[in-house]
Nanobody, 123 residues
Framework: QVRLVESGGGLVQPGDSLTLTCAASGRTFTDYAVAWFRQAPGKEREFVGGISWSGANTFYPDSVRGRFTVSRDNAQSTAYLQMDDLKPDDTAVYFC????????????????WGQGTQVTVSS
């Protein structure tokens, strides 16, 4: 099992950028692909990006492609979600998750989750 802790959320204005951090501990970080999800009030959890164990491959849904960037630093056992040109619809709790088998858009494929960090985009 890998333990994940997100940080970096906060209140930002539309058009701002924000980078979230997912710090991992426990099992070997390079065993895992990492994904980011978000959940807004009253909505289902939504996949917003993922990265393979090596960092060579990244995956994004159309809703955030070009604005969100997932990266990782395996030496630091850390993954990142950089979010640019933020919009009020990006307001949600953001979670990172890890999977030994790869990146999946379905949140039911993940058993290891962080506690989440709140991102609020408002003027």
């Amino acid at each position: 099992q890998v333990r994940l802790v997100e940080s970096g959320g906060g209140l930002v204005q539309p058009g701002d950028s924000l980078t979230l951090t997912c710090a991992a501990s426990g099992r070997t970080f390079t065993d895992y692909a990492v994904a980011w999800f978000r959940q807004a009030p009253g909505k289902e959890r939504e996949f917003v990006g993922g990265i393979s164990w090596s960092g060579a491959n990244t995956f994004y849904p159309d809703s955030v492609r070009g604005r969100f960037t997932v990266s990782r630093d395996n030496a630091q056992s850390t993954a990142y979600l950089q979010m640019d040109d933020l919009k009020p619809d990006d307001t949600a709790v953001y979670f990172c998750a890890a999977n030994l088998a790869g990146v999946y858009e379905n949140d039911s494929e993940y058993y290891d989750w962080g506690q989440g960090t709140q991102v609020t985009v408002s003027s």
